[in-house]
């Protein structure tokens, strides 16, 4: 059912700072930090030739950034996301197996103008799964 890994996504604190070290450090690009205020975070996207890596700053009251890096404060992995064909078809059958979807259980529209879904991280070996419709 899944596909493609589409990103690993990195929680910073500083995402000027982090953004630093994938330019300098590692001699990745970059993209410009992207808002997204109905997700609590602003994101920048690194390409890479078989993936993207997203860093995620907190963003706002509540954000579920903010509360992962209170348990990691150096920042750390916050999920990974795998693509799917059919993202309603990849849900009904996740949940026919009991897996936990998060918030209303309705996509909503991700850091790519995709519908995304996130999936409860003690369904999946303690691993936040976002999935993105391909
Ligand atoms: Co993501």
Redesign the pocket.
Known sequence: MIGRLN?V?IAVRDLAAATRIYTDTLGAKVSAPLPQPEHGVTVVFIELPNTKI?LLEPLGEGSPVAKFLEKSPDGGIH?V?YEVDDIIAARDRLKATGARVLGTGEPRI??HGKPVLFLHPKDFNGTLV?LEQA
Request: proline letters at 0%.
């Open positions: 990103h996504a997203e999920h996301c991700g850091a976002e």
